[in-house]
Nanobody, 126 residues
Framework: QVQLVESGGGLVQTGDSLRLSCAAT??????????MVWFRQAPGKEREFVAH????????NYADSVKGRFIISRDNANNTVDLQVNSLKPEDTAVYSC?????????????????WGQGTQVTVSS
């Protein structure tokens, strides 16, 4: 079991930065055995993949739309995964959610993830 709680969202202007954080509480398995991923969902749109980091932190993947602007990182000692979001654009406006998946699988499909946080709202004004 994994419980996830996101924080760090807010209302910002174009070009600003935010640091989103996801705190995990696990039972049965260590946080370091899960790959972690950030998704986002804008109003009226489907949830989309943003960034992924493997259990060790040694490998990351990004959606093309955020590559070069967003950075995902994790701290296995403190059970957290962060998403540094830079150079924000109005089209980045969405609810950002973190999810946990098994260490042997990498997927950009939301249905593959069993554990989700409640999300944090990021709104970028023009």
């Amino acid at each position: 079991q994994v419980q996830l709680v996101e924080s760090g969202g807010g209302l910002v202007q174009t070009g600003d930065s935010l640091r989103l954080s996801c705190a995990a509480t696990t039972s049965g398995r260590s946080f370091s055995t899960y790959n972690m991923v950030w998704f986002r969902q804008a109003p009226g749109k489907e949830r989309e993949f943003v960034a992924h980091i493997r259990w060790s932190g040694g490998s990351t993947n990004y959606a093309d739309s955020v590559k070069g602007r967003f950075i995902i990182s994790r701290d296995n000692a403190n059970n957290t995964v962060d998403l540094q979001v830079n150079s924000l654009k109005p089209e980045d406006t969405a609810v950002y959610s973190c999810a946990a998946g098994p260490a042997w699988e990498f997927s950009t499909t939301p249905d593959r993830y069993k554990y989700w946080g409640q999300g944090t709202q990021v709104t970028v004004s023009s």
